[in-house]
């Protein structure tokens, strides 16, 4: 790929402006003294204002300019080179605006939604750092270093779900966040070892060109990473409990950082993946669009709806990539991020003002829970009007953004004409159908009917500064951000797709058909839940049965084994020795001492039996001269 | 400036000696005495740091004759007092100084005893300076066994309740070590001659000889040319199998790890932190110094049972880990683990590899430091170590709470900080392998990343029970109250957060250093051991 250059110095100074200014923000939030804090409302989302407006002009500048690679050297070891190239091109400045678009907006809303939090200099901080995070995935154009941003992002996603320490659930749902993004990551680290003793090289656009052996190992292990960030089956379940964090925060997770850049990565990198790979990536994710999309639909908690519905649209994303390529899932990226940013944001307004009116009437129920709510639509016009709208988008109802890239998706799948797209069609087609149901049910039961709840007489609309991001998020959602035909995708983003001419007519008599059995489903009550299904089709449980528990074995194995099995040796080893000294110490004692009192007993025996003759008597030593005398002379004769 | 080594190992002997004839009455003075060595050698590290050239090969190289026999028709018995500093020896020197700097803040109040401690912790540090500048067998031998010493009375008299216990398994079992050390030590002298001794067999301690094949004496026991069979291997093989089993005591690996949990629960802040970040060091020093570059073909004939050792040390630490109930327990077997990575990367044979393995020695002694300097925040407000414990520290210790993510995350290998440089190269290099120089198999490499999914699940269940949650203490902690971090504790635990993410970003400079170094060692290590060994 050829090397990119600014024609201006300017537009070089506004991307690095764009890239660093929410880690600017991060820094500075957290330099700020706790008596200043308040400064940290304005600040942070002005710096993130600024990034958005620099990244805007570098990405219309250089719209039509090609793209390419910004080199920026890394590390060198003696034989590669690991650079932090910068890789430049529509996708990656178009994702590039998204993501600074909705973190700026959510910085924007979260200074109304967290207003009065003990902490707002860690949530602002983080927040700047998931952005910057966020937008090192998407620049990057090394393996290794996206790998590096891709964990950050897994770090501070951990921090913003966690925000609220004092939940224990909070911790927990933090925790489990992570660790399922770690087995997908160390998935994705095995992928990173296999390219880089294949090719040598980590850099993606080097990486496109190239063939090489356990070629198809490699994209899958890359697609494990993918699986755990992207929340796709089996590894899906952490998104839903990661709705412990702020609304906000998950607004932003949902749409355009953490789980998009999965599907990012898996667009990037869509050229090593072979066919094998990309068949099982398609399965995947169609087995998560249907179990995500069946999910959502019996939910009863706001949040858990739009978080099953989120897994499903981003399986949808996926199957697409897998069964024909990136063009059109990329623009169902694109138009998700604002109807779903929109629609957190919308049902982030719900909460806060049902919890205002709690704070206000001491009457205590679970805001979130769908069978409490209802006929809220007159006393919350604003939120109903882009609750609907970003609804209407998600559903893909004619005339808004997601009607739109839906239709890429159908037109891309048909594109092949084997029978496996055929089937892949057929399952775009049931988890769109799915997707209008849940979305009328959460629509229905929050705006319309009766009121459930009490205490509902002195609801306020939230605050302004909460109502123009999600607004803005509204306008969005509407077809003319992806092409002026409301009918037609190809615009500026995506490019025409080949597709039969029945496919409009079809899709909208589809979205109607399955708009008039919601009504009639769901005019009555919510379906009765099923826990099963609710629960992540017992995932969890079947993980804490067979990991948790034979880890947590293992663990106790390997903690007995080291008291019990190696100390033991060295304590028998080492009483051995002491027993063996005391031993040689009782024969050094009786043996050879015993020994030694036995000849020097003898030696004095025979001592004083010589001595008893040296008696000192002149008349004894005259009987022994006589006795030798006549012994002597005896001996003689 | 020639002489700068020795004045690094010679200013903290004199320190100690000097502390010596202080009047113990003078408690102030010793941790002063100790703060002005450390911080002198500091400025001659720095020194030493400007004045060296990157590139392989050794620099600020002394050599002096130290002992020189004429043994008659047994030829000469020569040692000499040689040190030299190379692109593994002065990073790890730096961390020394660093830690030892660390150690000493660490110890500025409240030990007992002040005169005897400060001088056996400056007695240590030379030695530990000095190991790492020795390239005199015999000379590095002595400096290896001084450590011992002073770190048996660190333990054994300033430790926790179990201290003589774990002061004479510490003391026991890197004997033993020793001893297997000593054998090939002698077993070495006597076969290597050194080629610049005139006409006469002059038998050195010299490393530098002793891993050039073409010095040994021939029909000696370890000449490469006259194969000696002894049992199952040869005598080669037999003295690298001593030398590796030495000094992974030290390291330490499954399954000769047991005093090490013991001897860091048992011992204070300060001296847990130089055993974790300097002393298991030189067990994987010794290696790379010693075994490898010696004995290269048995090296590479024994390659694939040092990566199995180090993929059990990474999982079985990890293990139990996450089994224990003590933090600081917790975190002596999350070095255990972390040092088994330094062994895979050892055993990779490959550029990649023994480059990590250096960098991740460089980073596990900062992170280990951090981490027991954490364990001793909480020990010293509560004097409790239970994990189950402590509740909901976060809201309570903001800045506390703010170091233990740095340290658990850094430690867990989270890009931006030091440990995750050095295992991705380990891991790198270790996958490589197989394709590049045929050692040790991919599956090694897949195995161990259970290591990284292991390592998160334990750092993050210690967070999630000590510091998510409403605020409760228990147990020994009942009654505490609990500030945050005080000056003294910010002054340790903010510099090694900011050295390791200095590595973690911008690991150039270090790596510059390494990278020389490990070329040199895989080109000697697969070159010589191709050379020499009968079947490869």
């Given amino acids: ?637 | 400036m020639q002489n700068i080594l020795s004045f690094l190992i010679l200013i903290p002997l004199l320190g100690s000696l000097a502390a010596l004839l202080i009047r113990p009455t003078q408690t102030s003075l010793f941790r002063w005495l100790a703060l002005i060595a450390v911080t002198l050698q500091l400025i001659l590290f720095i020194v030493l740091v400007s004045n060296y050239e990157a590139g392989g090969g050794f620099q600020f190289v002394e050599q002096r004759s130290w002992i020189s026999l004429d043994l008659g028709s047994w030829g000469t018995l020569k040692a000499d007092y040689f040190l030299g500093v190379d692109g593994m020896s002065l990073p790890l020197i730096g961390l020394a100084i660093f830690v030892m700097l660390i150690a000493c803040i660490s110890s500025w109040n409240g030990v007992t005893n002040p005169k005897g401690y400060f001088s056996l912790y400056l007695l240590l540090n030379a030695a530990v300076v000095g190991s790492f500048a020795a390239l005199d067998f015999l000379l590095f031998y002595v400096f290896f066994e001084f450590m011992l010493l002073p770190m048996f009375f660190l333990i054994g008299i300033w430790g926790g309740s179990r201290r003589e216990y774990a002061s004479i398994k510490f003391f026991l079992y890197t004997l033993l070590g020793s001893i297997l050390i000593l054998i090939v030590m002698i077993g070495l002298y006597l076969s290597v001659n050194d080629p610049s001794g005139s006409g006469g067999l002059v038998h050195t301690f010299n490393m530098l000889h002793m891993s050039d094949p073409s010095n040994y004496i021939s029909n000696t026991i370890l000449d490469p040319n006259n194969i000696v069979t002894l049992g199952p291997f040869s005598a080669r093989s037999w003295a690298f199998l001593f030398l590796f089993f030495g000094f992974a005591i030290k390291l330490p690996m499954v399954p000769l790890h047991t005093w090490l949990p013991d001897a860091h629960v048992e011992a204070s802040t300060p001296v847990s932190v130089i055993l974790a970040a300097l002393l298991l060091k030189i067990g994987a020093y010794g290696m790379l110094r010693i075994a490898y570059p010696i004995f290269p073909e048995a090296a590479l004939d024994f390659s694939v049972m040092v990566a199995v050792f180090a993929v059990i040390s990474i999982l079985y630490g990890a293990l139990t880990a996450m089994a224990s109930k003590d933090l600081k327990r917790m975190i002596a077997y999350s070095s255990v683990s972390h040092m088994g990575f330094v062994l895979l990367g050892l055993a990779s044979g490959t550029t990649e590899g023994v480059t990590g393995a250096v960098y991740q020695m460089v980073s596990h002694g900062i992170l280990s430091a951090m981490l027991f300097i954490i364990a001793g925040v909480l020990y010293d407000r509560t004097g409790d170590r239970l994990i189950r414990n402590y509740s909901g520290l976060a809201g309570k210790m903001p800045y506390f709470f703010a170091m233990v993510l740095i340290a658990f995350f850094a430690s867990m290998g989270m890009p931006a900080f030091s440990g995750f440089i050095g295992e991705l190269m380990i891991f790198l290099g270790a996958f490589k392998s197989n394709a590049h120089n045929g050692l040790i198999h991919e599956s090694l490499a897949i195995i161990a990343t259970l290591g990284l999914i292991f390592g998160a699940a334990y750092f993050l269940w210690a967070i999630q029970r000590m510091f998510f949650g409403t605020y409760d203490v228990k147990g020994n902690a009942r009654n505490s109250i609990l500030p945050d971090l005080n000056n003294r504790e910010i002054l340790m635990l903010f510099p090694l957060a900011v050295v390791t993410f200095i590595f973690g970003v911008y690991p150039q400079p270090l790596l510059d250093l390494i990278n020389p170094f490990a070329t040199d060692f895989v080109n000697h290590l697969l070159y010589q051991g191709r050379i020499l060994s009968p079947h490869l």
């Fill in chain 1, 1 to 637: 790929m050829e090397t990119f250059s600014f024609n201006d110095g300017f537009l070089a100074l506004c991307l690095f402006l764009a890239v660093v200014l929410p880690l600017v923000s991060c820094v500075l939030s957290f330099l700020t003294s706790d008596r200043y804090s308040w400064l940290i409302i304005l600040n942070a989302p002005f710096l993130l204002m600024l990034a958005t407006v620099f990244a805007t002009i570098v990405t219309v500048s250089c719209w039509n300019s090609g793209g390419g690679i910004i080199e920026l050297p890394w590390l060198t070891l003696s034989e590669a080179e690991i650079s932090a190239n910068i890789f430049v091109s529509q996708t990656s400045l178009l994702m590039m605006v998204v993501v600074l678009t909705v973190s700026f907006l959510v910085h924007v809303y979260s200074v109304g939604y967290m207003a009065g939090d003990a902490n707002p200099r860690k949530y602002f901080g983080v927040l700047g750092l998931f952005t910057f995070a966020m937008l090192g995935i998407v620049l990057s154009d090394n393996l290794l270093v996206l790998f590096v941003f891709w964990e950050l992002v897994g770090f501070s996603s951990y921090l913003l779900i966690g925000h609220w320490d004092e939940k224990p659930e909070a911790g927990n749902a933090a925790t489990k966040a992570f660790l399922y993004n770690r087995i997908g990551d160390s998935a994705f680290l095995i992928g990173i070892m296999i390219l880089w003793s294949g090719t040598g090289t980590l850099e993606i656009s080097a990486l496109r060109h190239q063939t090489f052996s356990w070629q198809t190992a490699a994209a899958l292990c890359i697609f494990g990473g993918v699986i755990g960030k992207s929340a796709q089956f089996p590894l899906f379940t952490w998104l839903a409990d990661a709705m412990e964090g702020p609304t906000p925060v998950s607004a932003l997770i949902h749409a355009a950082t953490m789980v998009a850049a999965g599907v990012y990565l898996l667009i990037r990198l869509h050229p090593v993946f072979t066919d094998t790979a990309l068949m099982i990536v398609s399965i995947v994710g169609a087995i998560t669009a249907l179990s995500g999309s069946i999910s959502a639909l019996v939910q009863f908690d706001i949040k858990k709806v739009l978080a099953y519905s989120t897994i499903s649209q981003l399986g949808l994303m996926i199957v697409t990539i897998g069964a024909s390529g990136p063009q059109a899932a990329f623009l169902h990226l694109f138009t998700h991020a604002f109807f779903k940013a929109c629609l957190f944001l919308s049902a982030g307004s719900v909460i806060h003002t049902l919890h205002q009116a709690h704070r206000r009437d001491h009457h205590h129920f679970d805001v979130q829970d769908l069978r409490n709510l209802g006929g809220l639509r007159k006393k919350l016009p604003v939120t109903f009007l882009t609750f609907v709208i970003s609804g209407a988008s998600l559903a893909g109802i004619p005339f808004f953004s997601g009607f739109l890239s839906k239709e890429a998706m159908y037109a891309s799948a048909l594109l092949n004409k084997d029978s496996f797209s055929i089937l892949i069609f057929f399952a775009l087609a049931a988890v769109s159908f799915v997707t209008v149901l849940y979305s009328f049910r959460l629509i229905w039961f929050i705006f319309f009917g009766d009121e459930r709840s009490g205490g509902g007489t002195n609801l306020k609309e939230s605050p302004v500064i909460m109502r123009v991001p999600m607004i803005l998020l509204a306008l969005c959602s509407t077809w003319p951000i992806v092409s002026l035909n409301p009918v037609g995708f190809s615009g500026w983003i995506a490019g025409e797709i080949a597709h039969p001419w029945w496919l409009t007519i079809f899709s909208v008599t589809w979205v109607g058909v399955a708009l008039a059995t919601a009504f009639f489903l769901f005019r009555k009550s919510p379906v009765a839940s099923n826990a099963f299904v609710a629960n992540g089709y017992g995932l969890d449980t079947a993980y804490r049965f067979l990991f948790r528990s034979s880890v947590d074995k293992l663990a106790s194995i390997a903690e007995v084994t080291d008291r019990k099995v190696i100390d033991a040796v060295i304590h028998a080893s080492a009483y051995g020795h002491v027993t063996l000294a005391h031993i040689i110490a009782w024969l050094d004692k009786f043996l050879v001492d015993g020994l030694v009192h036995v000849f020097s007993g003898t030696i004095r025996w025979i001592g004083s039996v010589a001595r008893s003759y040296q008696s000192g008597k002149i008349q004894d030593y005259i009987l022994y001269a006589i006795l030798a005398l006549i012994i002597f002379l005896i001996w003689l004769l």
